[in-house]
């Protein structure tokens, strides 16, 4: 489900990515199902860089070339959509969206959502 939102709100800009060697593009998408897979709990960029084997600055480079973004700014929008998901569908409540997709400051994913969807996490609820 989470591939599904993925794909349908990140796609790929081959344009950027015909520009790049294919072992860095390879390297950039297994980073980015990295990612997906640790939703919660990511691992640090320079674990991550360690992981597909080149560097932190490289992965952020080349992922920017990619998706238009930085490896964390990734991370930020996946887990926020998930969250909206979650939301949408009526099962948790704000707090627990926020811990399900890795925030630990209801503050912090409040800020993050409403920047990102233009509205607070609550308008996502569905009525009752």
Do not use: C, W
């Amino acid at each position: 489900k989470l591939a599904q939102i993925e794909a349908s709100t990140h796609p790929v800009k081959v344009k950027a990515e015909s520009k790049l060697r294919s072992e860095d593009v390879q390297r950039v998408r297994f980073a980015r199902q990295i990612l997906i897979e640790n939703l919660e709990t990511p691992p640090r960029l320079f674990d991550l860089a360690r992981s597909v084997g080149t560097s932190h600055t490289r992965l952020n480079m080349d992922f920017r070339n990619i998706y238009g973004t930085s490896v964390f700014g990734y991370l930020r929008r996946l887990r926020l959509e998930e969250a909206r998901s979650l939301l949408e569908k009526g099962g948790l409540n704000v707090t627990e969206a926020a811990m399900s997709v890795g925030y630990n400051s209801l503050s912090s994913f409040s800020r993050a959502f409403a920047a990102h969807f233009g509205a607070s996490p609550m308008r996502f609820k569905p009525k009752r």
